[in-house]
């Protein structure tokens, strides 16, 4: 828990700026994603989702965009807080007789006070 | 209160001993997995199970093995044959048949020494 973010690349963002945190994926055939956040020693928490036949979708604070054409997943957090400080990834599915998840090795966002 | 609950958050072995980590939800999913997380790796698929009674290896099943006796609980027991036991093991569940999230618990840190 407390090592997972070691090795990671880091994004830094001043707080109340605007954060953008992207991940590429791989599997073309891949119909669903999931952002996750994750802090230090803790399990990770569903921040949104999107399917494959959006290319965006909005919640409370967070933006996911999906390109499809370059297998690209961008996840924006407006006004960043420091509660928003954590490890961040996605994760695809597609279905290959059951559903299988693939998880990106995650992002780590510093917000400086 | 809904969730997954494992424990103990903090697992302390010696080289050798087989350890069981506990795993249990109360969300009425039937699909349960079992993560390994590694610094600067995304999360690696143990074992998976759609039911009960049943469970089909992941990607790095070797050495760990699972029971699903109820639909609640699904324990890991890693064993004296896995090579490098030490990391951070999480456990989800997700609704069966459906490519939706994957609800997480909060993980439990096992050092082997």
């Known amino acids: 828990g407390e090592s997972v973010g070691l090795h990671l690349p880091t994004l830094s963002v001043q707080e109340g700026d605007n954060s953008i945190i992207n991940c590429a994926y791989s599997?073309?055939?891949?119909?669903?994603f999931i952002w996750y956040k994750q802090e230090s020693g803790k399990g990770p928490q569903f921040i949104i989702d999107?399917?494959?036949?959006?290319d965006k979708r909005q919640g409370q604070r967070v933006t996911v965009l999906l390109n499809k054409t370059v297998k690209h997943l961008s996840l924006q957090i407006a006004a960043t807080q420091p509660g928003d400080s954590a490890v961040y990834f996605c994760?695809?599915?597609?279905?290959?007789?059951?559903?299988?998840?693939?998880f990106g090795t995650g992002t780590r966002l510093k917000v400086l006070a | 209160d809904g969730g997954i609950t494992q424990s103990p958050k903090y697992l302390f072995r010696k080289e050798g001993q087989n350890v069981t980590l506990s795993c249990e939800q109360n969300l009425n999913h039937d699909a349960m997995y079992w993560y390994r997380q590694d610094p600067g790796q995304g999360l690696r698929l143990i074992y998976y199970?759609?039911?009960?009674?049943?469970?089909q290896k992941g990607d790095i099943a070797e050495g760990y093995s699972v029971s699903r006796e109820k639909k609640e609980s699904f324990p890991l027991t890693v064993t004296s044959a896995q090579k490098n036991p030490t990391a951070f093991y999480l456990c989800?569940?997700?609704?069966?048949?459906?490519?939706?999230?994957?609800?997480f618990g909060p993980g439990t840190r096992l050092t082997v020494t």
């Open positions: 599997n073309s055939a891949s119909d669903y």
């Open positions: 999107i399917r494959s036949n959006m």
């Open positions: 989800a569940s997700s609704i069966q048949g459906s490519n939706y999230e994957q609800y």
């Open positions: 199970s759609q039911i009960v009674n049943d469970f």
């Open positions: 994760a695809e599915t597609y279905h290959s007789g059951t559903y299988k998840y693939i």
